[in-house]
């Protein structure tokens, strides 16, 4: 069993920044596989960006430049930095980690591709 637990949400304003935390218990964090996704209200969760265990990262076309993640393996956290916020980002933030480890490139930006989930982050955006 994996606990990921999300933190670091709140109200902001369109332009500023927020990092968002992840911490994770139950295996050992550098063996996971951890990842990034939102859901906005009425629209589907999607993929935000994903780092590997090998430290590979991956985001979607549309947040590259303004997202980072990153992993403190020390730590057992990953971390969100999101920058210039805009009110379209408005979402709930969840957290993801991947066990197997396994599978195709594929999984690594599909809800599919994670087997725990933590309870999620509000961030709000204000124009």
């Known amino acids: 069993q994996v606990q990921l637990v999300e933190s670091g949400g709140g109200l902001v304003q369109a332009g500023d920044s927020l990092r968002l935390s992840c911490a994770a218990s139950?295996?050992?964090?550098?063996?996971?596989?951890m990842a990034w996704f939102r859901q906005a209200p009425g629209k589907e969760r999607e993929f935000v960006g994903t780092?590997?265990?090998?430290?590979?990262?991956y985001y979607a076309n549309s947040l590259k430049g303004r997202f980072t993640i990153s992993r403190d393996n020390a730590k057992n956290t990953v971390y969100l930095q999101m920058n210039s916020l805009k009110p379209e980002d408005t979402a709930v933030y969840y957290c993801?980690?991947?066990?197997?480890?396994?599978?195709?490139?594929?999984?690594?930006?599909?809800?599919?591709?994670?087997?725990?989930w933590g309870q999620g982050t509000q961030v709000t955006v204000s124009s």
């Open positions: 993801a980690a991947d066990t197997r480890g396994t599978r195709g490139s594929y999984y690594y930006f599909i809800q599919s591709g994670y087997d725990y």
């Open positions: 139950g295996r050992t964090f550098s063996s996971l596989a």
């Open positions: 780092i590997r265990r090998s430290g590979g990262i």
